[in-house]
Nanobody
Framework: QVQLVESGGGFVQAGGSLRLSCTAS????????MAWFRRPPGKEREFVAS????????YYTDSVKGRFTISRENTKNTVYLQMNSLKPEDTAVYSC?????????WGQGTQVTVSS
């Protein structure tokens, strides 16, 4: 059974920074590609960033390029999302995601609120 638990959300003023963490259960975390998604208020869930199992490749949606950085520590079963220069439009519930053995797994989400 795979469980994903996010932490690190909160309230921040525009221009500020937050670091989200997602810790996973499971013995084969180092084999999983991981991703972050977000759901802004009243909108559909959208892709934010992803990282390959070895951490050698990362991908970002255009709106966060240059501001967000995804990384991972396989020894800690954890993936991170460093968010800098936050904007009010980054306000959303952020969730981490893994696809393991053809099944989709989501964390419960963590709220990020950016004030103007």
């Amino acid at each position: 059974q795979v469980q994903l638990v996010e932490s690190g959300g909160g309230f921040v003023q525009a221009g500020g920074s937050l670091r989200l963490s997602c810790t996973a259960s499971g013995r084969t975390f180092s084999n999983w590609n991981m991703a972050w998604f977000r759901r802004p208020p009243g909108k559909e869930r959208e892709f934010v960033a992803s990282i390959t199992w070895g951490g050698d490749r990362t991908y970002y949606t255009d709106s966060v390029k240059g501001r967000f950085t995804i990384s991972r520590e396989n020894t800690k079963n954890t993936v991170y999302l460093q968010m800098n220069s936050l904007k009010p439009e980054d306000t959303a519930v952020y969730s981490c995601y893994a696809r393991v053995n053809s099944r989709n797994y989501w964390g419960q989400g963590t709220q990020v609120t950016v004030s103007s």
